[in-house]
């Protein structure tokens, strides 16, 4: 099991761009969650997706949005991007009915707006 | 406001010295307190939860609802505890629950 895998793992991009991010879960889940961590900073929470649609959203604008597919991986766009984006942009996978401590993260994607 | 603080951004000590990473919280309710680490190079990963009250890797924290604290200690500090760790909580335990996570504290052991 490869446990949840992101990709692409760095990307720089340019202010003004469209940015997708993609994550496939942990084997066996199905909930999976996004969260954004600036330099120095801990993880902050935006979004989180089961059954294809969005259940809980942190205070990130609508420039931030999702998607979860029938198999479970998940996409993270952001629009119209700016310097304060570029971050560690981390997924977190749990199985459905799963305990907090079922949480299982990916090594993340690194974006650089420039 | 639901928050997480860690004051330290990094803490050095000595091989064999105690550890204490401080972690204050402030929420509404009774939230669920946990202990994230991260090695160098490797993923965002549990450490310890409150609630099971267990020792990992010879760390502990007890929850300290009256200092709303949830401080990490462990007794002799070892080489390969070098590595960032989040203090964190979430509203109910359950996965569908964000977690809050603090700032960080960056550990490092000297030998």
């Known amino acids: 099991d490869a446990g949840v895998t992101q990709s692409p793992t760095h990307l720089i991009k340019t202010r003004g761009q469209q940015v997708t991010l993609r994550c496939s879960p942990k084997?066996?889940?199905?909930?999976v969650s996004w969260y954004q961590q600036a330099l120095g900073q801990g993880p902050q929470f935006i979004f989180q997706?089961?059954?294809?649609?969005?259940?809980q959203r942190g205070n990130f604008p609508d420039r931030f949005s999702g998607h979860q597919f029938p198999n479970y991986s998940s996409e993270l766009n952001v629009n119209a991007l700016l310097l304060g984006d570029s971050a560690l942009y981390l997924c977190?996978?749990?199985?459905?009915?799963?305990?907090?401590?079922?949480?299982?993260f990916g090594s993340g994607t690194q974006l650089s707006v420039l | 406001a639901q928050r997480v603080t860690q004051p330290e951004k990094l803490l050095s000590v000595f091989k064999g010295a105690p550890v204490e990473l401080k972690c204050n919280y402030s929420?509404?309710?009774?939230?669920?307190l946990f202990w994230y680490v991260q090695y160098s190079r490797q993923r965002l990963q549990l450490l310890l939860r409150?609630?099971s009250r267990e020792s990992i890797k010879g760390f502990t924290a007890d929850l300290n609802k009256g200092e709303t604290s949830f401080h990490l200690k462990k007794p002799f500090a070892q080489e390969e505890d070098s590595a960032m760790y989040y203090c964190?909580?979430?509203?109910?335990?359950?996965?569908?629950?964000?977690?809050?996570f603090g700032s960080g504290t960056r550990l490092s052991i000297r030998p």
């Open positions: 977190a996978s749990s199985p459905v009915g799963g305990l907090s401590e079922k949480l299982f």
């Open positions: 084997s066996g889940h199905d909930t």
């Open positions: 997706y089961y059954e294809e649609e969005e259940r």
């Open positions: 929420y509404s309710g009774s939230p669920e």
């Open positions: 409150h609630i």
């Open positions: 964190a909580l979430t509203g109910q335990r359950s996965s569908a629950s964000k977690i809050i």
